[in-house]
């Protein structure tokens, strides 16, 4: 049980564009969800905690309006980056609460050119 | 400013031997302490959790939390080359939310 899948694992976009990823808790019911971004050699940061119903409470330093997340069921929640710029290029890793645990889905891995 | 400390690594172990990973944390309030594991490329994956002082053990793996000493760690026994990957320290931010801290991680290489 308590299985997480992001969609997609892997994106290529050009600057200027945006990009949905979308975090799906799979055998369970999340109402609570989290994004994570990590570049390389560095440690997962959080970037934001999504709650079914309600708007996403940002960590600080987070562009709210750049990184629109959206829970809309207790099974998905979406991150999609606005204006995508190089400097954005990261893995991006949701992760879904249960019973006080936090599962991570497999990563979506954005490269913006 | 909440933060959870581990050394980096390298830490290199031969297999069979016992490895041990360490973690200090700042928030006093944290009640929830969990280990990752993740390997390169991949997301972490989650080993251990810990709520009260003293050991826990699960298979070939103990999770040690001395709260007073803000100090948790993970020994791995029997170390295979499959354990090599980075092991991430998390802690939960008594501000709510359950929300994670993370540390940097220590990559741990077993040898043959």
């Known amino acids: 049980g308590a299985v997480v899948s992001q969609h997609p694992s892997r994106v290529i976009c050009k600057s200027g564009t945006s990009v949905k990823i979308e975090c799906r808790s799979l055998?369970?019911?999340?109402?609570?969800m989290f994004w994570y971004r990590q570049f390389p050699k560095q440690s997962l940061m959080l970037m934001a905690t999504?709650?079914?119903?309600?708007?996403?409470?940002?960590e600080q330093g987070v562009e709210k309006d750049k990184f629109l997340i959206n829970h809309a069921s207790l099974t998905l929640s979406t991150l999609t980056v606005t204006s995508a710029h190089p400097e954005d290029s990261s893995f991006y890793i949701c992760s879904a609460e249960r019973k006080y645990e936090q599962y991570f889905g497999p990563g979506t891995r954005l490269t913006v050119t | 400013q909440k933060e959870v400390e581990q050394n980096s690594g390298p830490l290199s172990v031969p297999e069979g031997a016992i490895a041990s990973l360490n973690c200090t944390y700042s928030?006093?309030?944290?009640?929830?302490f969990f280990w990752y594991r993740q390997y390169s490329g991949k997301s972490p994956e989650l080993i251990m959790f810990i709520y009260s002082n003293g050991d826990k053990e699960d298979g070939r793996f103990t999770a040690q939390l001395n709260k007073a000493s803000q100090y948790v760690s993970l020994l791995i026994r029997d170390s295979q080359p499959s354990d090599s990957a980075t092991y991430l320290c998390?802690?939960?931010?008594?501000?709510?939310?359950?929300?994670?801290?993370f540390g940097a991680g220590t990559r741990l290489a077993v040898h043959p």
């Open positions: 055998d369970f019911q999340a109402t609570t």
């Open positions: 998390a802690v939960t931010f008594s501000g709510g939310y359950n929300k994670l801290i």
């Open positions: 999504s709650n079914e119903g309600s708007k996403a409470t940002y």
């Open positions: 928030d006093r309030g944290s009640q929830s």
